[in-house]
């Protein structure tokens, strides 16, 4: 078996040195003194390379590994290194590589438990909200425009058709991606970092997903508008006669001949928008915040099961099968 990666990399001077005498055939072998030694930059940038993926214990290829390789890298002086490489002698490639190999021992050290706000997580999903956000809502960090509820029956957060079997509160996402609506992509920066909320403390991108909350930590709209009687009463009734379980349930029945199911499936379209029209108009409420109340719209439902629904010009809904592009 051959000696880890990282233990060769305990780099001393003398020990390059001694391969000054070596042929080098311009491959990189298996010692990797030889290729140090009588390498050229090239050969260094891809052994520099393979030490700090095994060192950092992240992928090459995650926006991690850059960041932490930038930071080593400044601190290192690797640019330097890299363009002066080629006539160094063995003993002064000797002193540079331990310098890289130092540095970046100590950045990984440091930053091994710690977030370095690469973005990954922000780009794969927007945080599922948990009791102990309840804070940001009263110290207006977020708001309606920026949470969108999941109710029972609805489609799961990781976008899968399951239902739901308890509801949830999760922060949008930036239309046509999983993106965080709070993460600005172009300066890998979040607008609330330092009030993130507590899924988004929780997870690591460079190690094991934490594990999954119990049920009661999940923060949900009653936890929120409950003592509001006004907008309360509103949800509650949404909720009893647009029931995401129910509204299922009535399109298998429909699948098997049952028409009379249709009733149940119509009415639920018709308050869930004539519901959403009074909160648009009357109460000017802006879409977003309607997704706050209510939940998605119920033809955005359907369509995850999909199905289309459309208000036709008499205001009736029709529902129909979506059809499968070739």
Same mark, same amino acid.
């Given at each position: 078996?051959?000696?880890?990666?990282?233990?060769?990399?305990?780099?001393?001077?003398?020990?390059?040195?001694?391969?000054?005498?070596?042929?080098?055939?311009?491959?990189?072998?298996?010692?990797?003194?030889?290729?140090?030694?009588?390498?050229?930059? #090239? %050969?260094? &940038?891809?052994?520099? $390379?393979?030490?700090?993926? *095994?060192? /950092?214990?992240?992928?090459?290829?995650?926006? !991690?590994?850059?960041?932490?390789?930038?930071?080593?890298?400044?601190?290192?002086?690797?640019?330097?290194?890299?363009?002066?490489?080629?006539?160094?002698?063995?003993?002064?490639?000797?002193?540079?590589?331990?310098?890289?190999?130092?540095?970046?021992?100590?950045?990984?050290?440091?930053?091994?438990?710690?977030?370095?706000?690469?973005?990954?997580?922000?780009?794969?999903?927007?945080?599922?909200?948990?009791?102990?956000?309840?804070?940001?809502?009263?110290?207006?960090?977020?708001?309606?425009? #920026? %949470?969108? &509820?999941?109710?029972? $029956?609805?489609?799961?957060? *990781?976008? /899968?058709?399951?239902?739901?079997?308890?509801? !949830?509160?999760?922060?949008?996402?930036?239309?046509?991606?999983?993106?965080?609506?709070?993460?600005?992509?172009?300066?890998?920066?979040?607008?609330?970092?330092?009030?993130?909320?507590?899924?988004?403390?929780?997870?690591?991108?460079?190690?094991?997903?934490?594990?999954?909350?119990?049920?009661?930590?999940?923060?949900?709209?009653?936890?929120?508008?409950?003592?509001?009687?006004?907008?309360?009463?509103?949800?509650?009734?949404?909720?009893?006669?647009?029931?995401?379980?129910?509204?299922?349930?009535?399109?298998?029945?429909?699948?098997? $001949?049952?028409?009379?199911?249709?009733?149940?499936?119509?009415?639920?379209?018709?308050?869930?928008?004539?519901?959403?029209?009074?909160?648009?108009?009357?109460?000017?409420?802006?879409?977003?915040?309607?997704?706050?109340?209510?939940?998605?719209?119920?033809?955005?439902?359907?369509?995850?099961?999909?199905?289309?629904?459309?208000?036709?010009?008499?205001?009736?809904?029709?529902?129909?099968?979506?059809?499968?592009?070739?």
């Amino acid at each position: 078996m051959s000696v880890p990666f990282i233990i060769w990399c305990r780099l001393n001077y003398k020990d390059i040195a001694s391969m000054k005498k070596a042929k080098f055939t311009g491959k990189i072998r298996t010692d990797p003194w030889e290729s140090l030694a009588r390498g050229s930059r #090239e %050969v260094m &940038a891809s052994l520099w $390379g393979e030490y700090l993926a *095994e060192m /950092l214990k992240v992928s090459k290829k995650s926006a !991690r590994f850059r960041i932490l390789r930038q930071q080593i890298e400044e601190a290192a002086g690797y640019k330097e290194i890299f363009r002066k490489w080629n006539p160094l002698s063995p003993e002064d490639r000797g002193e540079a590589w331990r310098r890289l190999v130092e540095t970046a021992r100590a950045q990984a050290k440091e930053t091994e438990a710690t977030c370095v706000r690469c973005g990954e997580c922000c780009e794969s999903s927007s945080p599922v909200l948990l009791l102990q956000d309840l804070p940001l809502f009263m110290q207006e960090v977020l708001t309606p425009n #920026e %949470v969108y &509820a999941l109710p029972k $029956g609805a489609s799961s957060p *990781e976008g /899968l058709r399951q239902p739901l079997e308890e509801e !949830r509160l999760k922060i949008r996402e930036v239309p046509g991606s999983r993106q965080c609506w709070f993460y600005q992509a172009a300066q890998q920066k979040c607008r609330i970092y330092d009030q993130r909320p507590e899924q988004c403390r929780r997870r690591q991108c460079w190690g094991e997903p934490p594990p999954e909350p119990d049920s009661e930590e999940y923060l949900n709209r009653s936890h929120i508008f409950r003592q509001i009687p006004e907008i309360w009463d509103l949800i509650t009734a949404h909720q009893e006669r647009c029931d995401r379980v129910q509204v299922r349930e009535a399109l298998e029945r429909l699948a098997q $001949g049952e028409e009379e199911a249709g009733d149940i499936l119509f009415e639920a379209l018709h308050f869930d928008h004539h519901l959403r029209q009074m909160l648009l108009s009357e109460w000017e409420m802006g879409a977003a915040a309607t997704e706050m109340l209510l939940g998605r719209s119920l033809t955005d439902f359907l369509r995850d099961l999909g199905f289309k629904a459309t208000l036709t010009r008499e205001g009736v809904f029709r529902v129909e099968p979506r059809q499968c592009r070739a």
